[in-house]
């Protein structure tokens, strides 16, 4: 698996993928995500130095997206997404971009830490963060609505630098 930097060519697949249910479920934007608006969010965020969006390929094919947001250089932290093509969630992708997008904070952004949050609800998601070395540091109670009016809880899972799977 590859991982670069997104490029403005990638983002037809970005809106395509982040308006499908079985990615939107688990992420927190607004829908529908609208090409337009994407552009227009890469655009303003191509020099942002406080995130990195990338992209994950494996045999030129796009398989996953995320990113680094939120990067704090004073304390050597960031927030971590990812969401794997919905037609192909399974094998292994989401572990293989987590480890790499890690790898790749660690090793050249210089991270201490690496953080995130994701829906009670969502036990795989939260089985890959748990395989790639991520620690549960808390739960964030009742914090989010879904869009038929339930509330979950938000776990809250970090991962140190000198913690990580090498």
């Known amino acids: 698996m590859n991982i670069r930097k997104l490029r403005q060519d990638d983002l037809y697949k970005r809106v395509e993928w982040m308006n499908n249910p079985k990615v939107y479920q688990s992420m927190h934007f607004d829908l529908p995500v609208e090409l337009g608006n994407t552009i227009a969010w890469f655009e303003r965020n191509r020099k942002n130095e406080n995130r990195i969006d990338v992209v994950f390929e494996e045999g030129g094919t796009i398989v996953a997206f995320g990113g680094l947001t939120n990067i704090e250089r004073e304390v050597e932290k960031a927030e971590l997404y990812i969401f794997v093509d919905p037609n192909n969630q399974k094998g292994g992708i989401g572990t293989k971009a987590t480890s790499l997008l890690c790898d790749y904070g660690f090793k050249r952004l210089g991270l201490n ?15 890959v963060y748990e395989k790639c070395g991520f620690k549960l540091e808390g739960v964030l109670r009742a914090e989010y609505k879904t869009v038929d009016g339930h509330l979950l809880s938000r776990m809250y899972y970090g991962l140190l630098k000198d913690e990580s799977l090498e």
């Open 113 to 127: 830490k690496i953080y995130l949050e994701t829906n009670e609800d969502n036990i795989a998601a939260r089985c």
